[in-house]
């Protein structure tokens, strides 16, 4: 069978600089520096945005997610400059870090973690599952499949180990968490299909997962959730809700839902923008995840990519809110390099908000965060899903930023990561009863 085959596909690095000690050490610059940076111009002023923090914590809270965005915007530019290839640097200085959230959790409050982590296998990657001690056993359970996070382009499942490991927990339930392939050496939809497979893998094995395929739900935190609705569209689109089962719940933590405006209110807020992501981080990751490569970058910061779609002027007939008129005709030669790119740019699964069919959807919940560039598309999305009848539930974690679901310890800014984890927990809870 392919599953029981370690065949990832080769990845496409060219052999720029391979030197990790390189990017350890300008890794290590760009932690003084964007410390400095915040320390000298904001000091513990910014306590008064976020009274119950120490300075160390809201330190912390700038820090890191500014360190995250400067290494993406360091690399790209060293890219340009042909000193290393962006593609095999930032993937393996990520992945050669090692993080394992679980270590980075110093959580002395946090009762028991100890549950059975069993590593599977899903066409060559890797597929845990977290079982409870208590639920070690027991067939035909509940279980989520969670979604991981990292713009289609970074990360795997250990960054999310903590998080898994807390929420199955305290809430008692199974959870699965499949590796998956990333951008740019496999494009759209590659890694979408990828994840809407490891979904049917779960349901079409669920005597080995000891779960029952009536209950299953699917998590996704940011790409996660991007992937979490294209598994949840096309379970409606293939009528896989009749062959397997309907999913029995939708949860997304601050998702992506598309890449066609990139000046929505969210966007053009500067309180949002380098609280870990960016326009440019975003459209990076939606140039690798649409093309495999940085060209399309610009194309979409600039929203001019959609427009070389030959049904872009249709889509915007449909769609006034989130497409603008076209107020300039991209060349012939563009559109006939770009055509492609500019309709999966706005494919309604690129784009899920150009879905019109929204039956047999699952009971959603969306959980965002307040500084973030994605809010805005979450809104629009909850409310197009509220009007055609679809169950959703939102909240809002106020003063959060994109990633606190897997990264909070390390910001400190605990209670509210705590406040999220124990209404998604919730919402499982109820849904399972
Ligand atoms: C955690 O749970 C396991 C199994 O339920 C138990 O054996 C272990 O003693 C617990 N650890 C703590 C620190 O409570
Ligand atoms: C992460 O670290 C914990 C604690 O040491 C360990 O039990 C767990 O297996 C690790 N998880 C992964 C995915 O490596
Ligand atoms: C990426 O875009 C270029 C044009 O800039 C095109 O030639 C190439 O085929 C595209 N690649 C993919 C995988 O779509
Ligand atoms: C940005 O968009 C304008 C049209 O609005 C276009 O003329 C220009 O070439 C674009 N620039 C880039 C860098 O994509
Ligand atoms: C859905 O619509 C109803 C009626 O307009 C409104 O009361 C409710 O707050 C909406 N729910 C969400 C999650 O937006
Ligand atoms: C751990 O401590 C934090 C902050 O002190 C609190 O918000 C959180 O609820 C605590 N967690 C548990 C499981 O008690």
Known sequence: MAEDKKAKPKPIYKSYCTCTSLLYILAVIGIILAGAYYYVHYGCDLSNEHEEMDCSEIFRMKTLPMFFQWSIEWTQLLDSWGILDFKMSIRRSFDSMNVNTTHLFNTPNITNLSILVQEWEHNGYNLYSYTPN????????????????????????????????????????KFIVPDYPK?????????????????????????????DPKRVSITGDSFGGHAGLYVSFKWRELGYYKKYAPILTLSLVYPWVQFVNTNLDSYRDSNNNNRLLSVRSIATFASF??????????????????????????????????????????????????????????????????????????????????????????????????????????????????????????????SETFIGFEKLGKFLKKHNK
């Open 183 to 211: 951008s740019p050496e496999v494009v759209f939809p590659t890694v979408h299909e990828f994840c809407l497979n490891a979904v049917k893998h779960v349901f079409e094995n669920s005597k080995k997962f000891s779960i």
């Open 289 to 414: 995840l649409i093309n495999g490569s940085l060209d399309l970058t610009d194309l979409i910061i600039n929203q001019s990519l959609p427009k070389m779609s030959p049904n872009y002027k249709e889509r915007q007939l449909a769609f006034p809110e989130l497409l603008p008129k076209i107020d300039w005709e991209p060349p012939q030669s563009m559109i006939e390099k770009y055509a492609s790119s500019a309709d999966t740019i706005i494919d309604p699964y690129t784009c899920f908000l150009f879905q019109t069919d929204f039956s047999h959807l699952p009971p959603i919940y969306v959980i965002s965060a307040g500084y973030d560039l994605l809010l805005s598309e979450s809104i629009m999305l909850i409310q197009r899903m509220n009007e055609s009848g679809v169950q959703v539930e939102h909240y809002v974690a106020e003063k959060m930023f994109h990633g606190f679901f897997a990264i909070s310890k390390p910001m400190k800014t605990y």
């Open 134 to 173: 208590e639920l070690v056993g027991v067939s035909n359970q509940p279980v989520v499949i969670h979604l991981h996070g990292g713009g289609g382009v970074l990360f795997s499942p250990k960054y999310f180990d903590f998080t898994i490991r807390y929420l199955a927990n305290s809430y008692k339930i």
